[in-house]
Structure formats: structure tokens, C-alpha cells
T-cell receptor, first 110, second 113 residues
Framework: LAKTTQPISMDSYEGQEVNITCSHN???????ITWYQQFPSQGPRFIIQ???TKVTNEVASLFIPADRKSSTLSLPRVSLSDTAVYYC???????????FGSGTQLTVLP | EAGVAQSPRYKIIEKRQSVAFWCNPI?????LYWYQQILGQGPKLLIQ????????DSQLPKDRFSAERLKGVDSTLKIQPAKLEDSAVYLC???????????FGPGTRLTVT
């Protein structure tokens, strides 16, 4: 299983764009990159998934370079309610299993 | 659409006692997962079911943990006997066929004293 590395914590201010980068050097050809968000006392929640280039949905964008050894989750104009732990995961193909790392604690300040 | 339900939400037991957690996945979701999340860490997969069959239980401590999903719907995770290091949040998640997105329940917080 591909291991992921992401910063332990990040601080930002309301209204700013936040970019969280994750490295996954051993990603396999068939692996997808998935990001989950977790608030205290709740289970993780799916944010976005991608394979290559750029994916955008109503809450975030995911940028994946051609070599796919890293990815960047972009949160536009964060608010206080975006304070949470964000996990970058590499989906190990057909087994559809998720291997979580330690995640990035994002703190949005007023 | 109702989400993944788990009970109880909190449980405190003494070491060497037994405990059971229950999960009701989203209706129609064939795949069910149990995760263990220790404070400050990401969730760790314990077992994955496809309908009522086990797909992967390689990280389940089988000497003390057991799980079943007899009718392919609800699932129960049991710990017997519990150890102090089992203190964690136990998360259940489910997924429908053809989708990569897992839906997580609120978890059961277990404290072993």
C-alpha cells in the first residue's frame, strides 16, 4: 500500500484559500487519490477524489501533477467551520480499502 | 437518506471485560467496514465485509476481536477480553457497489479502565 505524507498542522484565516499538499511517492498505476475531512466526535467525510490533472466539486479542488507522486487539496475561501483534520489517502484499487495516515489539522482563525 | 447508525455512542468498561458494538449501514450498501481510531491517529481498518462475507480481516486482532454480518446488513464487532490499549473510537462505514465513497457513522468511543 502506498504511504502518504502530509503536514501535521496548518493555520489559516477566514476567507483565504488553503492548499494542503500530500506526497505519495509509491502510488500504483491503478490507485486513486482521495481526501476525507473529519470533525471532532464525527466519522470522516468524503471530500474529493481524483486520478490525474484537476478535479473540482462544490467544496474543493484537487490538483495532481503528471507523475502523480503528490497531490494538493485546495479549499477556496475557508471559514471557521472548515477547522478539521484532513486526510489524504491512496485508494488501493479493487479492494476499495482506505489507509489513513495521521492527517493534517487545519485551524481557521478569525 | 439515513446515514450509518452506530450504538452505543459511548462505553466504559474495565479491562478483561467484554463489549460489543453495533452498526447499521446505509440501506443497500453491500460493503461494510470497521475501523479503530486511537486518539491523535487516523482510522485503521480492522475488517471489511462484502455482503455477509469477509473480504479482509488481516489487521483484526483475532485473539480478542471478532465481527460478524450474518444477514449482510447489520454488523457487530466484539472485544473479549478488553485491554487498556483497546481504548479508541470504533467507526463503522459502508459503501455501495460502483462507488468509491465510504460513508462513516459517528463512532463508538470505548474507554477501558
Amino acid at each position: 500500500l502506498a504511504k502518504t505524507t502530509q503536514p501535521i498542522s496548518m493555520d489559516s484565516y477566514e476567507g483565504q484559500e488553503v492548499n494542503i499538499t500530500c506526497s505519495h511517492n509509491n502510488i500504483a498505476t491503478n490507485d486513486y487519490i482521495t481526501w476525507y475531512q473529519q470533525f471532532p466526535s464525527q466519522g470522516p467525510r468524503f471530500i474529493i477524489q481524483g486520478y490525474k490533472t484537476k478535479v473540482t466539486n462544490e467544496v474543493a479542488s484537487l490538483f495532481i501533477p503528471a507523475d502523480r507522486k503528490s497531490s494538493t487539496l485546495s479549499l477556496p475561501r475557508v471559514s471557521l467551520s472548515d477547522t478539521a483534520v484532513y486526510y489524504c489517502l491512496v485508494d488501493s484499487g479493487s479492494a476499495r480499502q482506505l489507509t489513513f495516515g495521521s492527517g493534517t489539522q487545519l485551524t481557521v482563525l478569525p | 437518506e439515513a446515514g450509518v447508525a452506530q450504538s452505543p455512542r459511548y462505553k466504559i468498561i474495565e479491562k478483561r471485560q467484554s463489549v460489543a458494538f453495533w452498526c447499521n449501514p446505509i440501506s443497500g450498501h453491500a460493503t461494510l467496514y470497521w475501523y479503530q481510531q486511537i486518539l491523535g491517529q487516523g482510522p485503521k481498518l480492522l475488517i471489511q465485509f462484502q455482503n455477509n462475507g469477509v473480504v479482509d480481516d488481516s489487521q483484526l486482532p483475532k485473539d480478542r476481536f471478532s465481527a460478524e454480518r450474518l444477514k449482510g446488513v447489520d454488523s457487530t464487532l466484539k472485544i473479549q477480553p478488553a485491554k487498556l490499549e483497546d481504548s479508541a473510537v470504533y467507526l463503522c462505514a459502508s459503501r455501495t457497489s460502483g462507488s468509491d465513497e465510504q460513508y462513516f457513522g459517528p463512532g463508538t468511543r470505548l474507554t477501558v479502565t
